[in-house]
Nanobody
């Protein structure tokens, strides 16, 4: 069974770049047709989709965040990563990496990481 684990700093200063990595175990990030997704949750914004990278390396980002987002992958390490630049306290949230099953082009988040708290503060 596939497992996802987020890692990265829990505290980021305003204007800096938030960087998180998701390590995928017992499954390959290149397996068709999965989408590897970042989602965050905060009291002010609820559950918010950030973006994804697909099994073949294509990306798609939230329109409200896309100017600050980069999602990439390292297939040799079976990892995908999130970089969110110019952060503010509004970016404080629990960040999840998630697998989208993408069955028949329908979104289905079937596997979730445990989530990691990221706080943006001086």
């Amino acid at each position: 069974q596939v497992q996802l684990q987020e890692s990265g700093p829990g505290l980021v200063k305003p204007s800096q770049t938030l960087s998180l990595t998701c390590t995928v175990s017992d499954g390959s990030i290149t397996t068709a047709y999965y989408y590897w997704t970042w989602i965050r949750q905060s009291p002010g914004k609820g559950l918010e989709w950030i973006g994804f990278i697909t099994y073949d390396g294509s990306t798609d980002y939230s329109p409200s965040l896309k100017s600050r987002i980069s999602i990439s992958r390292d297939t040799s390490r079976n990892q995908f990563s999130l970089q969110l630049s110019s952060v503010t306290p509004e970016d404080t949230a629990v960040y999840y990496c998630v697998r989208d099953r993408n069955l028949n082009a329908v979104t289905e988040y079937d596997i979730w990481g445990q989530g990691t708290q990221v706080t943006v503060s001086e």
